[in-house]
């Protein structure tokens, strides 16, 4: 076991500050990593601040972050797919059981004993709860690791690891390619990523945005029309014509209204999770045969053939970087969607702590 910093909150309701957290000896499995750049999720907000506490009750002190790019400083003897020197990346888990049929199918997302990368229990009782990337370095299982393409921008290439695997798994899933008609409702973080993905894939792209604002920014990163949702007219123009729509709305909103846009067969996948249940109408589902589906990050597999792909198009998000110094004001901002689109964190700031 060796100490490292790290930046944690103490409560729910203090800011984020510098700590020193265990990390685990390598073994013979293990990948030493060196943290370059971690992304900041509005998750790593809700877990901070004890947001979700009925579904995943925060342990204190915590350390945030999913989202992590970094430098293998050390391998374990049965490591084969890593050496050091090597740019690697860890997403939202660090562990499963490695046995079940989820596993077994490259989907570790759906594992029913996951490790998320902060605030599972830890088995290896280095500490109590698995602490995230907001920290100098961590230690994982080398098959979840994953291999970051060089030609990448480190800061762009960190927010991949959730927001870019979170939107790019459903568009695999459901079949988006060239020829068809692609809706992304919403331009944050999540939305952001998804009209990048929908446009590489050679999909007819539209953004839905209540913010007209907004479509200077949508024209720019793909998007090939851009609906203001508040207008009813340009909405009806758009009727029945969608083979699929990806809602990353986190705030309620009618999602009757893109259910209707959905051709026959047509899918909509919501990425955004609403705090509140959302009605649904059952005719606008039954009429056209149509779904309405959930989808959380991928698996492993999934994950690496998405850094690939954005290896292959060069596609990146859209980062602020900032010092884990900002941490606290970057989550202000966030609150207030005052970012475009990602804040990234250089850890090369925490030396300085």
Not at 104 to 128: E, I, M
Not at 169 to 174: E, L
Not at 296 to 315: A, K, S, V
């Amino acid at each position: 076991m060796y100490k490292t910093k790290a930046y944690s909150a103490a409560s729910a309701t203090s800011s984020l500050a510098s700590i020193s957290i265990p990390r685990r000896d390598s073994t013979d499995r293990d990948v030493q990593i060196e943290i370059l750049f971690c992304g900041v999720c509005h998750s790593d907000l809700h877990y901070a601040r004890d947001e979700w506490h009925d579904v995943m009750p925060t342990v204190y002190p915590c350390v945030p972050g999913h989202e992590i790019v970094g430098r293998v400083t050390k391998t374990g003897s049965a490591v084969s797919k890593f050496k050091e020197g090597d740019l690697v990346g860890i997403g939202c888990l660090v562990d499963s059981d490695h046995t079940c049929p989820n596993c077994r199918a490259g989907l570790q997302q759906f594992c029913p004993n996951q490790v998320l990368t902060y605030g599972s229990p830890d088995k290896h009782r280095t500490a109590p709860v698995t602490y995230g990337g907001y920290s100098e370095s961590i230690v994982v299982d080398e098959s979840f690791v994953l291999r970051i393409p060089v030609n990448l921008s480190l800061a762009g290439a960190a927010p991949l690891l959730c927001a870019g695997i979170t939107t790019y798994s459903p568009m695999r899933h459901w079949g988006v390619t060239k020829g068809k008609k692609v809706g992304v409702v919403g331009l944050g973080g999540l939305g952001h990523m998804g009209v990048k993905f929908a446009h590489a894939f050679g999909a007819h792209t539209v953004v839905f945005t209540t913010s007209p604002n907004k479509k200077e920014d949508a024209l720019r990163l793909g998007a090939d029309e851009v609906v203001v949702s508040r207008n009813a007219d340009a909405m009806q123009k758009q009727a029945g014509s969608f083979d699929f729509i990806l809602d990353c709305v986190a705030a309620e909103h009618d999602i009757n209204a893109y259910i209707n846009l959905l051709t026959r067969d047509g899918n909509i996948t919501l990425v955004g999770a609403p705090e509140k249940p959302l009605p649904v109408s059952a005719f606008s589902l039954i009429m056209g045969r149509r779904s309405l589906s959930g989808s959380p990050i991928g698996g492993i597999p999934e994950t690496q053939e998405m850094l690939d792909f954005c290896g292959q198009h060069n596609i990146t998000a859209d980062v602020e970087v900032i010092p884990i110094q900002k941490i606290n004001e970057a989550y202000e901002r966030m609150v207030r969607s005052d970012v475009k689109y990602r804040f990234s964190i250089d850890m090369a700031s925490l030396k300085a702590e």
